[in-house]
């Protein structure tokens, strides 16, 4: 049972920086595909980000990619999402999801794909 605790959110103006990690537990997380999601109220879960085991690929949702970036440190068992130039849009609970997998190369934006989700950290970004 693999246990991920995001942190990092908070309350930003529009154009800022924020930098989301997520800590994991109880697994092995270097075999864990990594995600990021999102969902704002009275919307659907979003894809942000996502990353393979050693970090070597990464892929980005539309309406983040050019200002976000995925990354992920094995030896301390975290994946960060560096968010640079937010918007208000850009305000929702994000999520962190793992994903055990037998291949290095495997990753994916369907949320349904991930086994383990943390709780969520909210970020809002004002205008």
């Known amino acids: 049972q693999v246990q991920l605790v995001e942190s990092g959110g908070g309350l930003v103006q529009a154009g800022g920086s924020l930098r989301l990690s997520c800590a994991a537990s109880?697994?092995?997380?270097?075999?864990?595909?990594m995600g990021w999601f999102r969902q704002a109220p009275g919307k659907g879960r979003e894809f942000v980000a996502a990353?393979?085991?050693?970090?070597?690929?990464?892929d980005y949702g539309d309406s983040v990619k050019g200002r976000v970036t995925i990354s992920r440190d094995n030896a301390k068992n975290t994946v960060f999402l560096q968010m640079n130039n937010l918007k208000p849009e850009d305000t929702a609970v994000y999520y962190c999801?793992?994903?055990?997998?037998?291949?290095?190369?495997?990753?994916?934006?369907?949320?349904?794909?991930?086994?383990?989700w943390g709780q969520g950290t909210q970020v809002t970004v004002s205008s």
């Open positions: 999801a793992a994903r055990q997998t037998l291949t290095e190369i495997w990753l994916t934006t369907r949320s349904e794909a991930y086994e383990y």
């Open positions: 109880g697994g092995t997380f270097s075999r864990s595909a």
């Open positions: 990353i393979v085991r050693s970090g070597g690929k990464t």
